[in-house]
């Protein structure tokens, strides 16, 4: 009689709704051989939503790219059934209990509920870099699941879970050049009080200026594929300091910040009624107009001039960027009077700040901003 074969793996065991479960350790060169993608095309004979293959390759990318770093990567537990024989040996260690391993049969199959997108991106990216192997992934295993009891499962799993906003996540993506040095660069200002890290937009009552996705949006529109983040912040810091910092919002949103909604004036929700500066169309016209400064050697200070080119009624020229100015109407002013924030306005806002900026032409080729 043949040897019965087996995985042998590190486990606990624990129990959830009194149902017994086990947290494994697998070595990710042992997954693809246990894992069995549960991707019928029904949806009724399924517990998971079919495979998203960019999804998947976009995982697949994060580990090859880390690990070829050597950066850290983090891959959160997995979650499924374990279907066929198994058996949990429990390890004596002092007063510790339910330590041990699991001995699963080489035929038993596990059918995820949760996770099935990074199960395909480590077997794409075992593909890619053999030496991953070394790694291993938890997965947390409830035995002898039947479907609708997965279905439930995974149902409960998503309705629960909430992706964090944009604007927290590029806070704390230290791994991307351009979230890393915008965070650095709005640090180092005064303004860092008045930005909003933990939502997308800034609207009704909110005291902060802009969200941190909305400069995010800049930075990225300046830099593109070749331009560097170091002189992004450059021109940030020009644009804050020239535009935005002497103003009497310096003073509200700096010495003030606590109180501004009720005793300092103008306030941020006054400042959004009135002006064009607080939106995301008007920052990534800013930001074209600065790229192509860029390219044209023109430096930071390109924003002086544009000052100057523009009307300068009121202080620092904020008049310009009244939303009464008939310039936005039909750009980035929709016939109602609403802001537009679609590509064709960004373009539209931008060419009219270069045909500003060129009326000076202080320089031959600022006519072809």
């Known amino acids: 009689m043949m040897d019965k074969i087996e995985y042998k793996l590190l486990a606990s065991r624990g129990v959830q709704g009194e149902r017994p479960f086990y947290q ?61 024989e198994f058996d949990f040996v429990e390890v004596q260690m002092d007063q510790y209990r339910n330590l041990g391993h699991l001995q699963i049969d080489l035929d038993a199959e596990m059918l995820l509920f949760d996770g099935q997108h990074r199960a395909k991106g480590i077997q794409l990216a075992m593909q890619e870099l053999p030496e991953l192997a070394q790694s291993s992934v938890p997965i947390m295993l409830f035995p002898l699941l039947d479907l609708p009891d997965r279905q439930q499962a995974f149902h409960d799993i998503n309705s629960m879970q909430k992706v964090p906003v944009d604007s927290i996540r590029i806070a704390y993506n230290n791994a991307n050049p351009i979230a890393s040095t915008l965070m650095d660069t709005i640090q180092a200002t005064d303004l860092r009080g008045v930005i909003e890290y933990e939502k997308n937009s800034c609207t009704g009552d909110s005291d902060k200026f802009w969200s941190l996705k909305q400069l995010n949006e800049f930075a990225k529109l300046f830099c593109g594929k070749d331009h560097s983040p170091n002189r992004m912040s450059e021109y940030l810091i020009e644009f804050l300091r020239k535009l935005f910092i002497p103003q009497k919002l310096s003073s509200l949103y700096v010495t003030h910040s606590h109180v501004c909604k009720e005793y300092v004036f103008p306030s941020t929700q006054y400042t959004r009624q009135i002006y064009i500066l607080p939106f995301t169309v008007t920052l990534k016209a800013l930001a074209l107009l600065f790229r192509k400064a860029e390219e044209l050697e023109l430096g930071p200070e390109v924003l002086d001039t544009f000052l100057k080119a523009t009307d300068g009624t009121r202080s620092e020229n904020w008049e310009y960027f009244s939303k009464d100015n008939p310039v936005w109407e039909h750009r980035c002013m929709s016939y109602e009077s609403k802001m537009m924030s679609n590509a064709v306005a960004v373009r539209m806002t931008y060419y009219q700040m270069a045909v500003s900026y060129t009326h000076l032409r202080a320089h031959e080729t600022l006519r072809y901003l």
């Open 24 to 84: 494994v350790l697998i070595p990710l060169r042992q997954l693809s051989s246990l894992l069995k993608l549960d991707d019928h095309w029904d949806v009724t004979k399924r517990s998971q939503r079919l495979v998203n293959v960019p999804r998947a390759k976009k995982f697949a990318k994060y580990l090859v790219e880390n690990h070829k770093n050597e950066s850290m990567y983090v891959i959160p537990p997995l979650v499924g059934s374990l279907n066929g």
